[in-house]
């Protein structure tokens, strides 16, 4: 009972700080909020094509579902 309880809240006291990672989370975040091509959105980085692209339209239409925006996406990747 006690491991179920810290690894539930460790994530969120950390997130309560305001820590936002640098990673795919941010990436996958500004990517289904934005509504823009993969070339648009600035993460191409000499990759032609969005490598992920069911990922990201899964984020998408989550984020149009649950009006969530970039910081309470993140927020919800994190925590699952």
């Known amino acids: 009972m006690a491991a179920i309880f810290t690894v539930l809240l ?3 006291k950390i997130i ?3 820590f936002l990672p640098g990673d795919d989370a941010l990436r996958h975040a500004a990517k ?3 509504g ?7 993460h191409a980085r000499g990759l032609p094509i969005d490598p ?4 990201q ?3 998408h239409q989550f984020t149009r579902v649950f009006g969530c925006d970039a910081e ?4 919800f990747q ?3």
């Open 10 to 12: 460790v994530p969120l």
């Open 16 to 18: 309560g700080y305001g």
């Open 32 to 34: 289904a909020v934005s």
């Open 36 to 42: 823009k091509t993969w070339q648009q959105s600035g």
């Open 52 to 55: 992920s692209p069911g990922w």
């Open 57 to 59: 339209s899964f984020w």
């Open 72 to 75: 309470k996406l993140v927020v």
């Open 78 to 80: 994190l925590s699952r």
